[in-house]
């Protein structure tokens, strides 16, 4: 693709509307640390900071926050500050951070699993642990980054509770439901919010390509569909000239993200 406009861009990928979708969360945030785990969602935060979003605090992956927007995988140029780990948790405990995180279990409330799979006494397998995911959901908004959409990921009840789902922070009252909030859920299939009278998993959005019977059968709880669902949104030729040969010059969202 050339950036001066004069050859015809290659047309979106899946990957190309994941990355658009997860930059799409930060709309509007203002200044907070972005805390995009995964490829495609750091591609997203980059992105949108350099589009829509220019208040957006970045960091090294680390614990450096950084002034300019280097390629996936590129050293910072620009250095604007030291982040240590007291610093983040204040910023966390605070509010001040959008966190993307991955899930290897989320139900239809939104509760999320990082820690096993199976029995707690025997699980089946161990992952990452609990980790910083209570905390997370607590004091900050939590969105969630599914590269693999199936019934293996969006199960009906999660083995272990470690981000918290809108009933469980509705259980445990007003003191975990003040900053609690989950604005997006983002797959390789489309968008879910949880804008429902119930709080549940909707389907906000398909990517193109993608049925809703596709979703359907790809989730293992009743998921809302409105009776119109929108395809998520196009990027424009500067956010793919961004991607393509700014962001990720490489091509690693095409490993995440497969068409």
């Not at 799409?24 to 200044?31: K, L």
């Not at 599914?146 to 009906?156: A, G, I």
């Not at 709080?199 to 906000?204: A, E, H, N, S, V």
Request: charged share 25%.
């Amino acid at each position: 693709m050339s950036g001066t406009g004069t050859t015809t861009a290659a047309p979106a990928t899946r990957a190309e509307y994941c990355v658009v979708a997860c930059a799409e969360a930060w709309r509007g945030a203002g200044e907070v640390l972005a805390s995009p785990m995964g490829t495609v969602p750091t591609i997203g935060a980059r992105l949108a900071r350099l589009t829509f979003a220019p208040d957006l605090l970045l960091t090294d992956g680390e614990a450096l926050l950084i002034g300019d927007v280097p390629a996936v995988g590129a050293a910072p140029r620009v250095v604007e500050g030291w982040l240590p780990y007291r610093q983040h948790l204040a910023l966390v405990a605070t509010g001040r951070r959008h966190v993307m995180m991955g899930a290897s279990q989320l139900d239809r409330y939104g509760n999320q699993n990082i820690s096993c799979v199976g029995d707690w006494e025997r699980p089946r397998r161990q992952l990452l642990g609990v980790r910083g995911a209570p905390v997370n959901t607590l004091n900050n908004p939590t969105s969630y980054w599914v590269p693999k959409h199936s019934t293996r990921v969006f199960v009906e009840r999660v083995d272990m509770v470690c981000g918290v789902g809108y009933d469980r922070a509705a259980a445990a009252g007003p003191s975990a439901t003040r900053f609690h909030r989950i604005p997006d859920v983002i797959s390789d299939l489309g968008v879910f919010d949880f804008e429902t009278p119930d709080r549940t998993m909707r389907l906000r959005s398909l990517h193109p390509g993608v049925t809703v019977e596709q979703v359907v059968e790809s989730t293992g709880f009743a998921l809302a569909v409105p009776s119109e669902v929108p395809y998520t949104r196009e990027p424009t030729a500067e956010e793919l000239r961004l991607i393509r040969e700014e962001i990720d010059p490489k091509g690693l969202r095409d490993r995440e993200v497969r068409a």
